[in-house]
């Protein structure tokens, strides 16, 4: 019998997707205030890709959930399940990577326009994040063991 199959890689998939969603909207705003800075003779913030990369980390957080759905070993008559619940968790995973993105693209421009302000957006990007982690520990923890 074959077991362990887990969610098909689903939710690391659709986490991944939320993860280059995010990266791209922090991305293209933080090329934006670069362009501006350079229009203006000022120095580019460096520091605008803490906020392109924050949303990166939900790629890791589906991995470690496919992995902990992998590991349960479960039997393959429940595979639609671990599929559904891989899904789901994937689908929230990658909003919060998203959304963080946006946040993150906002940030990037009014710290490129003011100098201020890091340390609380930063705050609210962890913020954001905390979702992608709760998606992920709560799945874990709901997970059955496999026989």
Excluded: C
Excluded at 59 to 75: C, D, F, H, K
């Amino acid at each position: 019998m074959i077991s362990g199959f887990g969610d098909f890689s689903i939710s690391l998939a659709i986490a991944a997707v939320g993860s280059a969603l995010g990266t791209g909207a922090a991305g293209l705003a933080a090329i934006g205030a670069w362009k501006r800075a350079f229009s203006q003779n000022k120095a580019a913030p460096f520091i605008l890709v803490a906020f392109v990369g924050a949303p990166l980390s939900q790629t890791i957080y589906g991995m470690i959930l496919r992995n902990a759905i992998q590991s349960a070993n479960l039997p393959p008559e429940t595979y639609l399940h671990q599929l559904v619940v891989g899904l789901f968790a994937g689908i929230a995973m990658a909003m919060s990577a998203f959304m963080q993105g946006k946040a993150g693209a906002k940030a990037a421009d009014a710290l490129a326009e003011t100098g201020k302000g890091f340390g609380n957006y930063i705050m609210v990007l962890g913020v954001i994040e905390t979702v992608a982690l709760f998606v992920m520990v709560f799945t874990m923890t709901a997970l059955p063991s496999g026989s």
